[in-house]
């Protein structure tokens, strides 16, 4: 592969895995928010697949399929099991509008590249030149979690995050144990089945799953 053919489908990868975090903080319909989630997790496989065809990594090529099996397919499937259970189809009641949620991407994101320019410039190329994208990222996850109200937008910003911090990983380092990145995807499969059983209680108690609720509770 030649180096701007790798450049191209780098930026253009990263690129658009900005974007689907982008459009996950503004969306509030939740099934459009998973398949989201879903196309972003084909997106951080395609990267660990085209890092592992530069440096002719086998054990890249296991990593991205294992995370194109996990959270391309099995971690959406199981929100989207979540989501059929619940009768909540959004997001109505977000701590943070849309317009300011637009303007904390901006900012968010240009705080990444301003954070992150030291570690560029220890070693400029063009994978840790993408690293601001997997940091802003991880700075958009964070947000999600903290200004969504119901359980299963939350737990998406941590995936959000958690996809972040994997694309930020292989970028800097050019991928991550292949046992590490399993032991990690499990956990955030353990999280999301866990999600599920709190859910399913949350309405049976509740009639939703705002996790305001939870506030109410006491010893």
């Known amino acids: ?18 974007l689907t975090a982008v459009l996950m903080l503004l969306r509030r319909d939740l099934a459009a928010i998973v398949r989201l989630l879903a196309i972003q997790g084909v997106l951080l496989a395609a990267l660990a697949a085209l890092l592992g065809a530069r440096e002719g990594s086998l054990e890249l090529y296991a990593v991205a399929l294992g995370v194109l099996l996990l959270k391309a397919i099995v971690l959406p499937v199981v929100l989207r099991r979540v989501l059929r259970d619940s009768s909540e189809a959004r997001e109505t009641k977000p701590l943070v509008n849309v317009t300011s949620s637009m303007l904390a991407a901006t900012m968010l994101t240009l705080l990444a590249y301003a954070v992150s320019r030291p570690l560029v410039a220890l ?18 996850g964070f947000f999600a979690l903290v200004s969504r109200r119901r359980a299963l937008s939350q737990v998406v910003g941590f995936l959000i995050m958690d996809n972040g911090i994997s694309a930020t990983a292989f970028l800097v380092a050019g991928g991550v144990p292949l046992i590490v990145e399993m032991g990690v995807s499990l956990d955030l499969l353990l999280i999301v089945l866990v999600l599920q059983i709190l859910a399913a209680r949350m309405r049976t108690t509740f009639g939703h799953t705002d996790l305001d609720e939870l506030r109410e509770l006491r010893d």
């Open 1 to 18: 592969m030649s180096t701007t053919t790798y450049t191209l489908a780098l930026n253009l990868i990263c690129g658009a895995f900005l």
């Open 123 to 140: 070693a400029p190329s063009p994978a840790t030149e993408a690293v601001p994208i997997g940091l802003a990222v991880v700075f958009l």
